[in-house]
T-cell receptor
């Protein structure tokens, strides 16, 4: 069964600090892994997309890593801002990328 | 980047009535659109896949007679919740697949909050 597990479930950090979110998956055959940011009451917005051959990808202060051997990914947020408060969702695609498997997300709260 | 819109952004309806939600791809033609439902603190759950000009494919457990999907053009898909009940209250999100995008990229709409009273 294809599964995507994220940790922690929720996280509170001070503005300016860094944090790392984790994603473990059992999706097979693997196609690609995506990280999305979802603000409350809004649709998900893509942050990064990585294929099997990519180990790291950055998008501004967001850096995602992928270890396809251990089936783990992380999202590192640098110098957090209040606007980073949101749910971060790990999504893993199987086969040719058509079917999406969603994690439950990590709820991040950045406080002043 | 590609933009997907939804209308309305929120709607309140009485139990037993029907409500229609629109999903539009604004700057690309989407041969395939997807409808998701999200309950509080839960992940997105795929309800159905909508292909332009053909019948939608529903996920197991989703009532096709209750959630009517129409994909009449390459830029518009609609979801109609018929005879809505309070348990249908949820956040409905659509996404559109851009065939020109890499890795079968899906772009998500901003969502529609449905409250059934």
């Amino acid at each position: 069964k294809n599964q995507v597990e994220q940790s922690p479930q929720s996280l509170i950090i001070l503005e300016g600090k860094n944090c790392t979110l984790q994603c473990n998956y059992t999706v097979s055959p693997f196609s690609n892994l995506r990280w999305y940011k979802q603000d409350t009451g809004r649709g998900p917005v893509s942050l990064t997309i990585m294929t099997f051959s990519e180990n790291t990808k950055s998008n501004g202060r967001y850096t995602a890593t992928l270890d396809a051997d251990t089936k783990q990914s992380s999202l590192h947020i640098t110098a957090s801002q209040l606007s980073d408060s949101a749910s971060y969702i790990c999504v893993v695609s199987a086969n040719s990328g058509y079917a999406l498997n969603f994690g439950k997300g990590t709820s991040l709260l950045v406080t002043p | 980047g590609a933009v997907v819109s939804q209308h309305p952004s929120w709607v309140i309806c009485k139990s037993g009535t029907s409500v229609k939600i629109e999903c539009r791809s604004l700057d690309f033609q989407a041969t395939t659109m997807f409808w998701y439902r999200q309950f509080p603190k839960q992940s997105l759950m795929l309800m159905a896949t909508s292909n332009e000009g053909s019948k939608a494919t529903y996920e197991q457990g989703v009532e096709k007679d209750k959630f009517l999907i129409n994909h009449a053009s390459l830029t518009l898909s609609t979801l109609t919740v018929t005879s809505a009940h309070p348990e249908d209250s949820s956040f409905y999100i659509c996404s559109a697949r851009d065939p020109q995008g890499g890795f079968y990229e899906q772009y998500f709409g901003p969502g529609t909050r449905l409250t059934v009273t």
